[in-house]
C-alpha cells in the first residue's frame, strides 16, 4: 500500500541554525500539507501546497518557514532559524485532492531544538 | 472558524468493554469529520469519515461514529475494546476545500485486562 515517507525520523540542532524536513508523498497525490505536534499538544495545522503554491498557511507559519516541492517526488518544510520552541513533532500529509481531500500521514519528524 | 472538542483526555475501559470517544465541533459550514489513531511512534492513520448522507459511518477495525447535526457532536465507538485498541484518538474537522484539518486535542485510550 503506497504510503508517505518522511527524513530524518529525528533531528537535532542549535538554536539560531537552519533545518531541512523531507517527505515524499503518495506518487499521485496534488494536495501536499505540513502539520506539527508540540509534545503533550493538538496537531496543529501549518501550511498546505498545491500546484507549485501555497494554498493555506496558519499564523504559525512565519518568514521562518518556508516550503518547496523541488522535483516530482519530495516535498520540503525550512525553518530558516530554528528557535526552542520550534521543537516538536513535524507530519507531512499528502491527498489525492477527490472527494474530501482524505488525508494521509507520514510518520513524522521529531525536531529537538537544542 | 472551524474547531474541535474531545472530551477527556484519558478513558480507560476494560478488555470487551464498549469504547465510547467524545468529540463536539463547532463549523459555519457544512462540516467533514475524522477520526484518526495514533500508535506510539507512528504517524496517523484514519480510522473513518464523515462527508455526506449516511450519519453512522463505519470504519476500519470495528470503529464506527454517528454524525449527529443537532448536538454537532462526532462520537467514536466500538462494542467491545481489545488489548490492541490502545492508542490516542483525534478528532478532526476541514471544510469543503480541504485545505486543512483541525484537530482536537486527542484522546488517549487505555485497555485494561
Known amino acids: 500500500e503506497p504510503e508517505v515517507t518522511q527524513t530524518p525520523s529525528h533531528q537535532v540542532t542549535q538554536m539560531g541554525q537552519e533545518v531541512i524536513l523531507r517527505c515524499v508523498p503518495i506518487?499521485?497525490?496534488?494536495?501536499f500539507y505540513w502539520y506539527r505536534q508540540i509534545l503533550g499538544q493538538k496537531v496543529e495545522f501549518l501550511v498546505s501546497?498545491?500546484?507549485?503554491?501555497?494554498?493555506?498557511k496558519s499564523e504559525i507559519f512565519d518568514d521562518q518557514f518556508s516550503v518547496e516541492r523541488p522535483d516530482g517526488s519530495n516535498f520540503t518544510l525550512k525553518i530558516r532559524s530554528t528557535k526552542l520552541e520550534d521543537s516538536a513533532m513535524y507530519f507531512c500529509?499528502?491527498?489525492?485532492?477527490?472527494?474530501?481531500?482524505?488525508?494521509?500521514f507520514g510518520p513524522g519528524t521529531r525536531l529537538t531544538v537544542t | 472558524a472551524q474547531s474541535v472538542t474531545q472530551l477527556g483526555s484519558h478513558v480507560s475501559v476494560s478488555e470487551g468493554a464498549l469504547v465510547l470517544l467524545r468529540c463536539n465541533y463547532s463549523?459555519?459550514?457544512?462540516?467533514?469529520l475524522f477520526w484518526y489513531v495514533q500508535y506510539p511512534n507512528q504517524g496517523l492513520q484514519l480510522l473513518l469519515k464523515?462527508?455526506?448522507?449516511?450519519?453512522l459511518v463505519k470504519g476500519i477495525n470495528g470503529f464506527e461514529a454517528e454524525f449527529k447535526k443537532s448536538e454537532t457532536s462526532f462520537h467514536l465507538t466500538k462494542p467491545s475494546a481489545h488489548m490492541s485498541d490502545a492508542a490516542e484518538y483525534f478528532c478532526?474537522?476541514?471544510?469543503?476545500?480541504?485545505?486543512?484539518?483541525?484537530f482536537g486535542a486527542g484522546t488517549i485510550l487505555r485497555v485494561k485486562s
Open positions: 464523515y462527508t455526506t448522507g449516511a450519519t
Open positions: 463549523s459555519s459550514v457544512p462540516p467533514y
Open positions: 478532526a474537522v476541514s471544510d469543503v476545500n480541504g485545505n486543512k484539518l483541525v
Open positions: 501546497f498545491y500546484n507549485n503554491e501555497i494554498s493555506e
Open positions: 500529509a499528502s491527498s489525492d485532492g477527490t472527494g474530501v481531500h482524505e488525508q494521509y
Open positions: 506518487s499521485n497525490h496534488l494536495y
